[in-house]
């Protein structure tokens, strides 16, 4: 890890004359040395479409939090899951498609399901800006520079619905509402097809031994049954 | 103003199951059929390979399903409190488009038990009068389960279900059903071939003294032609079967068999895009005259004249349009009085998992019906005098796929996240059996579907609302057999054994249970307390059939679509043989 937040990175290369709509690869701001510089058109795919820097630097700290780098997989962040999540938002899911938003709106039961008037692009904005200022004020610093034991305990209290968020519209059970949405995403973003943007080189496939896309298992079933099937998984890329 | 097209004999709300034999029955029989279906048309091209094996698209972002956008439906737990709208699809996913939820649906098809008919009569005889809870509806089905054995047996045929008969003509079969009721003939086509799990379930099972026997499914088990001469391939075990569209043509679907066959007769045409908003009535309102869609292409209004209205728009959608065109008397749950809206039933479903360090399951090869059941605890085959609730679940193993965003499990006190998450990830996600526990669901006073008095749809009409809990009942009946599962689950020697979560009161919207929503529009043999006859019929508007499980007096331990086939193919013939010959209420109240 080399201790230098991505933000600072981009800060910089603002402050050089670089403008910041130049995209500099996530991998690059963690680790300079391994990633050699590309060439804009190729950083592209690795940019964001939705989250501005700070939010940037919380995503990548929050996924990485849940995905962290170890012998099994590299990090979230590795994995595209940031990238993932960031397309998710930017497209038309974020945007709260197929939801029914109109009111008029009440916080409703637990049992009622979602009831914000924020489409989730809106609800991430909001829960991360409010996250924020909970960490600044209680731990004087930003999620993502914040000790790993810490970190740890701002996830779980935002998964028990235990973190008081300040700046937050009405709305009974919204801090729990952001950390499932934010969970189910990364783990959207660990298992989907890798044309999502997450789920790099089909790590998240390899971790549980899922063959992907090829699926003719009529004969399989008997042949494999109650033995391993080890195949290289292939995504829909593969077969296009 | 609406443009007015020219007259049909008959027009039907909703292409999906019930609609597409409606369809091909109707047109077969001479008379001009039009079939209009809210959704986009589907081709073998939507479900081809390596696009349909996508999970995010169609099983996490339910892309063939109701968009809620336009229409939904607003629920409550209790009539006390505010209805909020269904802002995001959960508890259940109503289909869209030509085919309906056949599309995207599992194929687990059963009958029902011939005491499902009669289930008030049988629990009064059996238990007493004073066994039914308070505010249960407990009614008597208008129809006895001979009387729609043949259409069963139509429908079973029609779509090829892969299965093993348990009772023909009285004689008990070998590696069958026990339990159930006599059928004329065996399946048509022999069952899956089982997973690991489906083998370790049968073991236990029956070492326990239990009746396993394979699901019948709606996967071929071998290349098929059905009655209609068409072809059905067989079934891959791809695992993307539940909430995608099948690309080997192996699932039976409406798009793929009734509805093709009804198109190959001239009289029949189908719309697509059409989504209906109101059926039309006469100005007396004892006849209906037709229905007025709007096209979701155009925006533009249509009105479409017809002498034989038949709703087929999923229970959901029957109840709604009936609702808003004032087919019956909407249902008061404080007088007990009108029929529409009443009955609403769901089912009282659990998962429990188990976890065996030495064996390797390869959840990723399944259908969408693969696995193994038993009905000792279903309906009234068990004696429910000591446990003291009404009804009963299909227990079964399940290898249904093992796509890895939704289908993948973790023995209790895993951590949710980090490096231990991602361990036991990766030891368990192989090492995983599934069973499940279908639980039934009695009709209950304050269980009902009505309109809205807030929010609207896309078309400016009231949404439905819903108001719906679990019971004492229903948590007694969860209680017990998810007991009983856990038990099995147990007896099979797993590493670990999932937590044991039995359903409790409230009811969420929130979490998928089962896309099987049953009445709103029951069937009965009394005009004041159902809004159909036996025969489907509205009791009000007589040229106004209803289709569906809206039609079910209370939901069983099944999948309800093989007694939804049946019940349109018994209305379908209805029609046919008594209707036409003398339009008109087919009893007379
Ligand atoms: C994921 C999933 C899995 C399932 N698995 C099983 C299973 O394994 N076994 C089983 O028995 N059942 C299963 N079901 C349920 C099964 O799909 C339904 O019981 C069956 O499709 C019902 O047939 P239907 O004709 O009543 O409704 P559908 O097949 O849903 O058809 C209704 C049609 O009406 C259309 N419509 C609605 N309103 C309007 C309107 N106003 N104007 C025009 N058109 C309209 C809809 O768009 C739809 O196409 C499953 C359902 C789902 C969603
Ligand atoms: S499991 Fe079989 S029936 Fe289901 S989609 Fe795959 S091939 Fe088709």
């Given amino acids: ?240 | 103003m609406a443009t007015k097209l020219k007259e049909a004999d008959v027009v039907i709300v909703g292409m999906g199951w019930t609609g597409g034999i409606m369809a091909k029955e109707l047109s077969d029989a001479g008379l001009t059929v039009v079939g209009l279906e809210r959704g986009p048309p589907r081709s073998d091209a939507d479900f081809s390979v390596p696009m349909i094996r996508d999970e995010l698209r169609y099983a996490v972002r339910n892309e063939l399903f109701m968009d809620v956008s336009r229409d939904t439906l607003t629920f409550r737990n209790t009539p006390g409190q505010q209805a909020l709208p269904m802002r995001r699809l959960g508890s259940f996913l109503p289909g869209e488009g030509v085919g309906g939820a056949g599309v995207h649906w599992n194929g687990q098809t059963y009958r029902f038990s011939p005491h499902d008919h009669a289930l008030r009569s049988r629990v009064e005889e059996r238990y007493g009068k004073s066994f039914i809870p308070q505010d249960m509806q407990l009614a008597d089905w208008p129809m006895s389960y001979a009387e729609l054995e043949p259409h069963y047996d139509k429908f079973e045929y029609m779509a090829g279900i892969s299965g093993k008969a348990g009772n023909i003509a009285g004689k008990i079969q070998e590696g069958g059903n026990p339990f159930e009721g006599p059928r004329a003939r065996e399946y048509p086509n022999p069952p899956l071939k089982p997973s690991l799990a489906s083998e370790m379930f049968t073991e236990t099972t029956r070492k326990l003294g239990y009746h396993p026997f394979p699901r019948p499914a709606a996967n071929m088990s071998r290349p098929y032609t059905n009655p209609d001469g068409i072809q059905l391939g067989e079934c891959q075990y791809c695992g993307f079967c539940e909430n995608f569209g099948c690309e080997a043509n192996a699932k039976a679907s409406p798009h793929i068999t009734v509805i093709p066959a009804a198109l190959r007769n001239k009289n029949f045409s189908m719309k697509p895009y059409a989504w209906v908003t109101r059926v039309n009535r006469t100005a007396d309102g004892k006849r209906a005259t037709g229905v007025t869609y709007t096209s979701v292409l155009t925006g533009e209004e249509f009105e479409q004249p017809a002498s034989l209205v038949i709703l087929c728009a999923y229970g959901f959608g029957n109840v709604h349009l009936m609702l808003l065109s004032g087919i019956g008397k909407p249902y008061d749950p404080v007088s007990e009085t009108g029929t529409v809206g009443k009955g609403y039933c769901y089912q009282v479903a659990t998962v429990v998992q188990s976890f065996f360090e030495d064996r390797i399951f390869n959840p990723f090869m399944g259908t969408g019906s693969l696995g193994v059941v038993i009905d000792d605890f279903n309906g009234d085959n068990f004696d429910h005098g000591p446990v003291g609730y009404i009804g009963g679940a299909s227990i079964y193993s399940a290898s249904l796929g093992g796509r890895p965003i939704n289908q993948r499990g973790v023995p209790p006190g895993t951590p949710r996240w980090g490096s231990e998450w991602k361990k036991a990830t990766a030891r368990w996600y192989n090492r995983t059996l599934q069973m499940s526990v279908q639980g039934s669901n009695m009709a209950s006073r304050y269980n009902y579907l009505d309109l809205d008095p807030t929010y609207r749809n896309a078309f400016g009409l009231p949404l439905m609302r819903m108001t719906y809990n679990f019971t004492d009942n229903d948590e007694k009946l969860s209680a017990h057999l998810t007991t009983v599962a856990h038990d099995i689950a147990r007896a099979m020697g797993p590493t670990h054994l999932g937590a044991k979560a039995p359903r409790r009161a409230p009811y969420s919207i929130v979490p998928y249970q089962s896309t099987h929503n049953t009445g709103g529009a029951i069937a009965g043999h009394d005009p004041s307390k159902s809004a159909l006859n036996r025969y489907l019929q509205s009791w009000d508007v007589s040229n106004v059939f209803v289709m569906g499980a809206s039609a079910f007096p209370h939901n069983s331990g099944y999948n309800p679509t093989g007694a939804v086939g049946a019940l349109t193919y018994w209305a379908a013939d209805a029609i046919r043989t008594k209707y036409l010959k003398d339009p008109g209420p087919l009893l007379r109240t």
């Fill in chain 1, 1 to 240: 890890m080399v201790d230098i937040a991505r933000r600072d990175v981009l800060t910089m290369a603002g402050a050089v004359g670089v403008g910041a709509a130049i995209p500099v690869s996530p991998a690059l701001a963690e680790a300079p040395g391994k990633d050699p510089p590309q060439a804009p058109a190729a950083n592209a795919a690795r940019s964001y479409q939705f989250f501005n820097l700070d939010e940037a630097a919380f995503i990548e700290a929050f996924v990485d939090h849940l995905i962290p780098a170890d012998d099994l997989t590299p990090s979230g962040t590795e994995l595209g899951i940031s990238i993932y999540i960031d397309r998710q938002l930017a497209g038309a899911w974020g945007k709260g498609a197929r939801m029914y938003q109109l009111g008029p709106w009440a916080a409703g039961t637990p049992q009622q399901g979602y009831q914000l008037p924020l489409a989730p692009a809106d609800l991430y904005r909001c829960a991360i800006r409010a996250v924020e200022a909970h960490c600044a004020s209680a731990h004087g610093g930003s999620f993502d520079r914040l000790q790993p034991a810490l970190r740890q305990q701002v996830v779980q209290a935002l998964s028990e619905g235990r973190l008081p968020l300040q700046e937050i519209p009405a709305g009974a059970s919204f801090d729990k509402t952001f950390f499932d949405m934010a969970y189910a995403n990364v783990m959207e973003g660990l298992f989907a097809d890798p044309i999502y943007g997450g789920n790099k080189d089909k790590r998240g496939w390899k971790l549980v031994g899922f063959p992907g896309v090829m699926a003719a298992h009529a004969e399989n079933i008997e042949r494999f049954r109650g033995k391993p099937y080890p195949v290289e998984p292939l995504g829909i890329a593969d077969l296009s």
